[in-house]
């Protein structure tokens, strides 16, 4: 999962990407990057950490140019290092820079065609890439000397129809402007906005709303499923449906865990949706255990709270907040390494005893991947007093990877893969757990906008939606995606980056 945001105005841009960027830092906190046009030259800075540390006055000053874009990366097939830092470049044609939300399943075999068919070059093993040298390649195939915005369409549906997967992208052509598309299925999410200036509208596109309304940005309208944008240099806005068989299926994980809750996504509200999962897992509750005692409802920080507050409401139970949260440790799902996510949890959060002492505690979290955190979370609890500590989740069980573009763990890592509810609850050590209804969780989402189709719930239920996942794909990356090979090959991407990074820094 990662963060893009693109915006063409009428000053230099460096200050206010930088900003979006912070705003985005939840999506990734493992690279950041800013890409610039002016004057027909690329200025670039990258490099690994977060925002806050990437970027400093020097770099900040020689970042000049009225449109470009920026990104936040954690990695999604387990790889990360300098190297793999975005925005990408080529230079043919006209000179690219692009940014990749999300995730090519069929990477392996485009990588083939790039290099026999397209004959170009890689640099690295990252799915970005290669989004970026297919459509270059279909672009430099028109044979334009300047390109239109038709032929920055003509190239993005070719691309729909070379790759597959979910993903949004941003880019920025030299001289020309700032586009960005989003894959069939409206999988990875990306909106775009406009802001009125006394020299004219200034444009942005951004995976979430709330970059744009901090900004001051008014929120034109979520990218379509299969839709192009392209802001030329002037700050003009165009827009073409770019793909047949469109069908709008967003990431349900995005409401979840993932966005911010002030964002609207598809024209979802992700903070009544998770007020909805709340109510929904009471009503579960209520059902299955109408004479269970809770004293408390306590939410594990900081994505459970809205939930847990609704949760709470609904059952007529006092809402605590009983776990205090160090800001400064980053999450702890997206963080490398079962030991560092172990050690991290107790960095993370720490009880207030008067809040579990003799009391039967009802903890609430958004969702369940590895276990490791709740279970954690729990001994905590029972070592602060609880008498009784139940658990429920805001999702369902997390049973199957994901490939679209969120770094889940390997399928043998995830603690509800092949085992029932009872299992995980005695694993995790609580005395009772409830887990949401996948029914209940798309009925949450879809109160918030009933023309969406439908959502992927892979993670979930293990429908893939793009039709193209085998056995053979999935153990593939669960070769990848298991925590001894992902340190081996931080490892060797941190070696091969020591090189590449002199050439990224400005």
């Known amino acids: 999962m990662c963060g893009l945001v693109g915006l063409v105005a009428k000053s230099d841009v460096a200050p206010e990407i930088y900003e979006a960027l912070t705003v985005l830092q939840h999506r990734g906190q493992d690279a950041a990057g800013i890409v610039t046009c002016g004057e027909g030259r690329f200025s670039q800075r990258k490099a690994e950490g977060l925002v806050r540390d990437v970027f400093r006055q020097h770099h900040m000053q020689r970042l000049s140019g009225t449109m470009g874009i920026g990104h936040v990366r954690y990695p999604t097939a387990g790889s990360s290092g300098i190297a793999l830092a975005q925005p990408f470049y080529v230079n043919s044609p006209y000179g690219i820079a692009m940014a990749h939300n999300g995730n090519l399943t069929n990477s392996d075999t485009l990588t083939r065609e790039i290099f026999q068919d397209d004959l170009r070059h890689l640099n690295t093993d990252s799915d970005s890439e290669v989004l970026l040298n297919v459509f270059a390649h279909e672009l430099q195939s028109l044979g334009k000397l300047s390109p239109a915005p038709e032929d920055i369409f003509t190239a993005v549906e070719a691309v729909h129809q070379r790759c597959k997967g979910g993903y949004a992208v941003i880019g920025l052509l030299v001289n020309y402007g700032v586009f960005g598309f989003r894959d069939p299925l409206g999988i990875r999410p990306l909106v775009v906005g406009m802001r009125e200036t006394s020299d004219g509208p200034e444009y942005m596109i951004a995976s979430e709303s709330v970059a744009l309304d901090v900004l001051g940005f008014t929120l034109l309208d979520d990218v379509a499923p299969g839709e192009a944008i392209f802001i030329d240099q002037n700050g003009q806005l165009h827009r073409r449906k770019c793909a047949e068989a469109a069908i709008l299926s967003p990431c349900i994980f995005e409401h979840v865990y993932f966005a911010r809750p002030d964002s609207l996504m598809d024209g979802i509200s992700v903070y009544k949706t998770r007020m909805r999962q709340g109510e929904a897992l009471a009503r579960k509750v209520r059902r299955l255990r109408p004479d269970l005692h809770i004293d408390v409802i306590i939410p594990i920080p900081d994505t459970s709270r809205i939930a847990a507050q609704s949760m709470a409401y609904e059952l007529n139970i006092k809402f605590r907040e009983g776990l205090m949260k160090n800001r400064y440790i980053g999450r702890t799902f997206i963080m490398p390494g079962q030991n560092q996510r172990k050690k991290s949890v107790r960095q993370k959060l720490n009880p207030v005893p008067l809040e579990f ?39 369902p069980a997390v049973r199957y990877p994901n490939v679209y573009g969120i770094d889940m763990p390997a399928a043998s890592e995830l603690i509800a893969h092949g085992r029932t509810d009872e299992e995980i609850c005695e694993l995790i050590g609580a005395d009772w757990l409830v887990y949401q209804d996948l029914e209940d969780l798309v009925a949450c989402s879809l109160e918030g906008n009933p023309k969406v189709s439908g959502f992927d719930c892979s993670v979930f239920n293990g429908e893939y939606l793009t039709g193209d996942i085998d056995q053979t794909y999935l153990d593939r990356i669960e070769s990848l995606r298991n925590d001894e090979a992902q340190a081996e090959r931080r490892i060797e991407l941190q070696t091969e980056g020591a090189v590449v990074g002199l050439h990224n820094d400005v």
């Open 357 to 395: 002492s003799g009391k039967n505690v009802m903890l609430v979290d958004d969702s369940i991947v590895r276990g490791t955190t709740c279970r954690q979370i729990i001994e905590m609890a029972r070592e602060a007093g609880a008498e009784n500590v139940y658990f429920a989740s805001a999702a």
